[in-house]
T-cell receptor
Framework: KNQVEQSPQSLIILEGKNCTLQ??????????LRWYKQDTGRGPVSLTI?????NTKSNGRYTATLDADTKQSSLHITASQLSDSASYIC??????????????FGKGTKLSVKP | KAGVTQTPRYLIKTRGQQVTLSCSPI?????VSWYQQTPGQGLQFLFE???????NKGNFPGRFSGRQFSNSRSEMNVSTLELGDSALYLC?????????????FGPGTRLTVT
């Protein structure tokens, strides 16, 4: 079964600090990997999308990396702000997702940024 | 361009009732997917519609159904509600089906079953 595992489940950091969130996946074949940010009670918003041939992609203070060989991805947040408090969800696209759909979702990392 | 809209935003129902949720995709988007999100479970895929046809279905009981209209708007229906159906229901639209197209999520409908 295709799976996406994220760590840590939750994280508390101080405003201005950096942090890195991890994502490991077993999805195969793999098409692309996405990171979403979801504020409480809202729908997820896309941060980055990477194909298997891309190693890194940035979106402002967010930088995602991908190692397709080890099936690992990370999301690095630089100089965190209070507004970064949210859940970050790693999503892997599978061409033949079947009953899981084409997008396989991790359970997310809940980030809290404290002043 | 207007984003994905979902109505209603909040809903309270009692066990045994049925409910219909609505999703209006971004103009020009033909694919609509529905997800259930519960604490600790993450997003779970319900079904995907493309050009009025259900293309893919998740592992949910037959009480969960959906449809898509010719204008790409979609509805999902849950019959005989159970307490465990309490969740945030999200729909997402994309230009076309296929893995490279970005999905845009709506704000969700928060369903509470009492």
């Amino acid at each position: 079964k295709n799976q996406v595992e994220q760590s840590p489940q939750s994280l508390i950091i101080l405003e201005g600090k950096n942090c890195t969130l991890q994502c490991n996946y077993t999805v195969s074949p793999f098409s692309n990997l996405r990171w979403y940010k979801q504020d409480t009670g809202r729908g997820p918003v896309s941060l980055t999308i990477m194909t298997f041939s891309e190693n890194t992609k940035s979106n402002g203070r967010y930088t995602a990396t991908l190692d397709a060989d080890t099936k690992q991805s990370s999301l690095h947040i630089t100089a965190s702000q209070l507004s970064d408090s949210a859940s970050y969800i790693c999503v892997v696209s599978a061409p033949y997702g079947g009953s899981q759909g084409n997008l396989i979702f991790g359970k997310g990392t809940k980030l809290s940024v404290k002043p | 361009k207007a984003g994905v809209t979902q109505t209603p935003r909040y809903l309270i129902k009692t066990r045994g009732q049925q409910v219909t949720l609505s999703c209006s995709p971004i103009s020009g988007h033909r694919s609509v997917s529905w997800y259930q999100q519960t604490p600790g479970q993450g997003l779970q895929f319900l079904f995907e519609y493309f050009s009025e046809t259900q293309r893919n279905k998740g592992n949910f009981p037959g009480r969960f159904s959906g449809r898509q209209f010719s204008n790409s708007r979609s509805e999902m229906n849950v019959s005989t509600l159970e307490l465990g159906d309490s969740a945030l229901y999200l729909c997402a639209s994309s230009v076309d089906r296929g893995m490279t197209y970005e999905q845009y999520f709506g704000p969700g409908t928060r369903l509470t079953v009492t």
